[in-house]
């Protein structure tokens, strides 16, 4: 069943993009970049802003359903009798006073044996933070606040929309460099005008070519900002925290490593959560840095 959830959300958020963005350029009267002349390189550029852009945007947007649905997160009332979620949205909400937030985050928990946590939402004033059945029974009441802190540290840097941002222009630059060489690289093998189907079909395969090549670089670039934004969430969960405490979540992390949940779908929410497990060439694409390289660096004050 939640297999088939995931699967819908999916398929509706795609669909969702695509209609949104192709209204979009029509509304922009984008006209297509391909013609008789050769490539119509405005045309171009407007239409890899849109679609780079406009699906990072979108995901943005829907970012606190996405995690509702895909995740099963469930939404803590901040009214409620059970002490211990009780605890759980007092204590994000002070970090988030502490943080100097207006609007208090929603606090919600998510069934996975996995000790893990993470924040999303589009806006300072519209997030969520979410942690996993696991971290609140494997972790302590120190150990969780400073969990909380880094996330809360996210939400007050801004730190989704940045990402969204990041992502919107690696998406926009690898679409048009990838069309652009295809173009060339079409044109190369077209000799006359009557093999004009054939340069049609080798433009279609380089672009798909130069698509996954850019996409594959571009995610490192990506993973690289990430990485700096995980610093810079560690230092503000030691300010609002405590330096201690957040040192306390990183170690607690570490010794919890081998946890994972099977069920869930890691890659989905991997870029959102406060812990990563990069390995070998994979670190060059991982979204988080090594846990001992943040604890170390806490420890000396960087």
Same mark, same amino acid.
């Given at each position: 069943? &939640?297999?088939? &959830?995931? $699967?819908?959300?999916?398929?509706?958020?795609?669909?969702?993009?695509?209609?949104?963005? /192709?209204?979009?350029?029509?509304?922009?009267?984008?006209?297509?970049?391909?013609?008789?002349?050769?490539?119509?390189?405005?045309?171009?550029?407007?239409?890899?802003?849109?679609?780079?852009?406009?699906?990072?945007?979108?995901?943005?947007?829907?970012?606190?359903?996405?995690?509702?649905?895909?995740?099963?997160? &469930?939404?803590?009332?901040?009214?409620?009798?059970?002490?211990?979620?009780?605890?759980?949205?007092?204590?994000? @909400? !002070?970090?988030?006073?502490?943080? *100097?937030?207006?609007?208090?985050?929603?606090?919600?928990?998510?069934?996975?044996?996995?000790?893990?946590?993470?924040?999303?939402?589009?806006?300072?004033?519209?997030?969520?933070?979410?942690?996993?059945?696991?971290?609140?029974? !494997?972790?302590?009441?120190?150990?969780?606040?400073?969990?909380?802190? @880094?996330?809360?540290? %996210?939400?007050?840097?801004?730190?989704?929309?940045?990402?969204?941002?990041?992502?919107?222009?690696?998406?926009?630059?690898?679409?048009?460099?990838?069309?652009?060489? #295809?173009?060339? $690289?079409?044109?190369?093998?077209?000799?006359?005008?009557?093999?004009?189907?054939?340069? %049609?079909?080798?433009?279609?395969?380089?672009?798909?070519?130069?698509?996954?090549?850019? /996409?594959?670089?571009? /995610?490192?670039?990506?993973?690289?900002?990430?990485?700096?934004?995980?610093?810079? #969430?560690?230092?503000?969960?030691?300010?609002?925290?405590?330096?201690?405490?957040?040192?306390?979540?990183?170690?607690?992390?570490?010794?919890?490593? *081998?946890?994972?949940?099977? %069920?869930?779908?890691?890659?989905?929410?991997?870029?959102? &959560?406060?812990?990563? @497990?990069?390995?070998?060439?994979?670190?060059?694409?991982?979204? %988080?840095?090594?846990?001992?390289?943040?604890?170390?660096?806490?420890?000396?004050?960087?």
């Amino acid at each position: 069943m &939640k297999i088939a &959830k995931r $699967v819908f959300l999916f398929l509706a958020v795609n669909v969702l993009v695509v209609a949104t963005i /192709s209204i979009v350029l029509n509304l922009l009267g984008v006209r297509p970049y391909l013609n008789a002349r050769g490539i119509d390189m405005t045309a171009l550029a407007v239409f890899c802003l849109v679609w780079g852009f406009g699906g990072a945007f979108i995901s943005l947007g829907l970012s606190r359903v996405m995690a509702k649905w895909g995740m099963g997160v &469930k939404l803590i009332d901040p009214g409620t009798p059970d002490p211990t979620a009780q605890e759980l949205v007092s204590t994000v @909400h !002070r970090l988030a006073q502490a943080a *100097g937030l207006r609007t208090m985050p929603q606090v919600g928990i998510y069934d996975s044996e996995e000790v893990n946590a993470f924040a999303t939402g589009p806006t300072k004033n519209r997030s969520l933070v979410a942690v996993s059945t696991g971290l609140l029974r !494997r972790m302590r009441r120190d150990e969780v606040e400073g969990v909380l802190g @880094h996330e809360i540290a %996210h939400v007050a840097n801004g730190d989704m929309v940045t990402m969204t941002l990041v992502q919107g222009v690696v998406n926009a630059f690898t679409m048009f460099l990838a069309r652009v060489l #295809a173009f060339f $690289v079409a044109q190369f093998f077209r000799r006359d005008e009557e093999e004009g189907g054939m340069s %049609h079909l080798v433009y279609f395969v380089a672009t798909l070519v130069f698509d996954i090549a850019f /996409s594959i670089l571009g /995610s490192v670039v990506v993973a690289w900002f990430s990485r700096l934004r995980e610093y810079r #969430a560690d230092a503000g969960g030691a300010q609002i925290a405590g330096r201690d405490r957040m040192i306390a979540a990183l170690e607690g992390l570490q010794r919890t490593f *081998g946890v994972v949940d099977p %069920h869930t779908n890691q890659a989905a929410v991997q870029t959102l &959560k406060i812990s990563g @497990h990069p390995t070998g060439l994979m670190r060059f694409f991982s979204t %988080h840095p090594p846990l001992e390289a943040r604890i170390a660096r806490l420890k000396s004050g960087v």
